[in-house]
């Protein structure tokens, strides 16, 4: 079979030079029509072997990319119900304020026998030798201190001053004409 | 016949032009091939989009709107998800639009006839219910029904309802754009970014998360939301009680000008803001409208004066009951003489006479550029959305004339808001050192905590000054409106009574008048300013209505804000000073 198809090859790729053509005939034939076995063997034996890397390979792939799939597919989840979680705790934020609104509390102290203090109630106490660490917001400040009175912010029109002066002369001729 | 060399003379004779042919064809070939794989870039864009088209979605995801808080960290405003649902009838299984709608209906509490009705409609799109509750939704969605789809829509919730609602104000437009109060003047800051995210649709691709800097920033606000409760509920009962049209009160820390508390009443509810018939009731009095102070104007006359040497704290004058300037007469508001009359009585009696004899003794520009020094005509700055400048005609304005030298000087022709005259005394106050007033106290972002730092605007007045007119002032409350006093502490402060003008005259009757008081305590060191105005109650004089309301806030702010009397502060400083000298 492999004789008469490198035959035919032979003669169709160098047609034009018989000289050629004979000499590969003859080297096709010398290639391939002897140990047919053994060739049908190697060939069967390559064939299979990249058949089986090209699976594994095909395997391995869509085992990774099912893997990725599968992985997003859970980020995506985890995204969804960190969200699902953040508006639960939105809304338990909003139960919360909601339950602790002064108006609410004020009506349950009053409720259970409280009164709003008066400044008449309070006692303050002081303690000798007790420096309470206050942070107090003191009116001026050394750098305060600096500021000078400002220039006051006083901007007359040309037009204005102009009024005025025609006011003043006018008021002049009246007090002539009086 | 041509015989076999004759042919292969021919076809050698045509190999030539039948090579170059196929040259020719391959060399187009390969030219077309490096032109389809260099594309212009705007060809690649385009390609580009279209294959993303195929492959990804976008996704219009609104930005998280930012928190406000109050400045202890009580939430008054932030978000709540809420849902819209439709439903594609051709979507609907064959026989199960039905047992569809059953369910629908339970979690819906809507009638199963209306949900058949849409579930078997031709269209192909139609709106169930809107907006439902989280709960809602996420029943709905455990259906897991493919022809349902649930929107979300967020919303703004305000958790203290009607407290602070002026400060806090609404969002509009679905939540996407804040109006009013903090929600319309940090709009920029709380909103966040809308963003168009190109989400893959293949499996392989890491999905997209939204970035952590979309989402709007929290806003912490100076207000205390105790002082806030306990102002709003005293503001409420005076104006029942003296049959008030509305009410303002502010209240500021004038060594920080932090703004601590900011009521109206009537107020609104930003929950149902959209329930609201009045739609005057949104605007708030305390910076978005204007009005004539009276006799507030009078400290300030005096301070500038003072400030300016024009008067010494001993001038007085005769006081004959009436001026004429600018061919305008001015009268008190007693329409009586007081003789001779010094600065502290023009205070406490509320002299018109007497504060437009300052004027005059100042001239225009001695006396508004002192006015200008304490911010009238200007907007504060306080962060609140679309704040009033009032308004303060000067000379060189068209509509200025000399008359309003007089008339401005005791708070008549002159619109100012209640935060510029809160500003102004808290100037005063504060040793002559005016505070850029503040709402907002802190900035919460991605990166941190961006404290907004309490600024300077100017000096107004000198400390001496400012020492001169606190004396003056603790003089007015103890003899002329002692209904402000508070035991144990010392007070100062000025009532004002102002007539409502129209474009052509002040109204008359009882009801026709702004009665306000601002004071500060305690008066050697003040921690606290309180203005209050009451618009028409049934009263005459600032003094009746509107100091007996200071008090009462007062007695509450001294406990809430831990302000000892006065001597307890005096033994206080005696402990301190001698603990610091042993110290030394």
Known sequence: ?178 | MQGPSSQKATIQARLPFVAIFLILLAAYLVINLANFQFFPRSVRQELEKIGNSITNTTLRIPAERGRIYDRDGEPFAFNVIQYRLGISPALVAAGYAESLSETLAEILDLPESEIIRKATSENVWEFLAGPISAEQGQAIAALDEISLGLEEIPKRFYPQGELAAHVIGIVVDDGLRGALGVEGAYNDTLSGRVLDLSVSNVPFDLPEDRPAEQRGQDIVLTIDRDVQFWVETELKNAIEEYNAFRGTVIVMDPRNGDVLALANHPSIDPNNFLEIADPNLRVNPAINETYEPGSLMLVLTVAGALEKGVISPFWTYNDTGYIEVGGRDIYNATYRSYGTTDVTTILMSSLNVGATKIALEMGTSNFYGMMRAFGLGQATGVGLFAEERGELRIPGDSDWSESFLGLNSHGQSIEVTPMQMITAFAAIANDGIMRQPRIVRQVINADGVEDARPSTIRRVVSAETAALVKNMLILVVRDGAPAAELPGYSIAGMPGTAKISTAVAFEEGRNAKILSFIGFLPADDPQVAVMVKMDRPDADFGHQVAAPLFRRIADRLVILLEIPDDNVRARLTDVEANLNGSNN
Request: proline share 3%; charged share 20%.
């Open chain 1, 1 to 178: 079979m492999f004789g008469s198809l490198t035959q035919a090859v032979a003669i169709c790729l160098f047609q034009s030079d018989g000289r050629v053509c004979r000499m590969s005939q003859a080297w096709f034939q010398h290639t391939f029509s002897r140990k047919r076995f053994r060739t049908r063997s190697q060939a069967t034996a390559l064939a299979i072997l990249g058949v089986a890397i090209l699976l594994i390979l095909g395997s391995l792939y869509l085992s990774q990319v099912a893997s990725f799939a599968i992985t997003n597919r859970q980020i995506e989840d985890l995204i969804s119900r960190r969200d699902a979680l953040k508006r639960q705790n939105e809304k338990l934020i909003g139960e919360i304020a909601s339950y602790r609104t002064v108006p609410r509390l004020f009506a349950r102290a009053v409720e259970i026998g409280f009164r709003p203090a008066t400044n008449a109630d309070i006692d303050y106490v002081l303690i000798e030798g007790y420096k309470p660490n206050r942070n107090r917001a003191s009116a001026t400040t050394a750098e305060d201190s600096r500021i000078e009175p400002e220039a006051p912010i006083y901007e007359e029109t040309f037009s204005g001053w102009l009024e005025q002066q025609l006011a003043l002369v006018s008021k002049q001729f009246q007090s002539f004409g009086n």
